[in-house]
């Protein structure tokens, strides 16, 4: 079976929040995205220590569709760097991560 990753994006509003999920799973490149609730960022940019209210994102993918999901989320993002990390999932119900594999599987 394909690994299965989770990976984390923050959004600076709901609005984009709701509008990447949304285009991730109708994409087929992720199974599901979790919208969490607003959190407060503090983060070093540009020599200034910045503030921000962002709204994380918890999407479930492959190993397989990691490069794709990547891309669209660059190409769908409102910051100049955004946060993508992918974290491997080493453990698993294992008909939960049939599933996450096969929803991202293309038909």
Not at 6 to 17: E, F, I, K, M, Y
Not at 27 to 41: D, K
Not at 74 to 93: C, D, K, N
Request: proline share 7%; with cysteine.
């Amino acid at each position: 079976m394909n690994a299965v990753l989770l990976v984390l994006t923050n959004l600076p509003d709901r609005a984009s929040a709701d509008r990447l999920a949304a285009a991730l799973v109708d994409a087929r490149l992720a199974a599901c995205v979790n919208i969490l609730a607003p959190c407060r960022s503090v983060y070093r940019w540009k020599d200034a220590v910045e503030q921000a209210d962002e709204i994380p994102l918890l999407i479930k993918t492959t190993d397989a569709g990691y490069a794709a999901l990547e891309a669209a989320i660059r190409a769908q993002h409102p910051y100049e760097l955004p946060e993508i990390i992918a974290f491997p999932v080493s453990r698993g119900l294992p008909d939960y991560l049939a599933w996450v594999a096969a929803e991202t599987s293309q038909p």
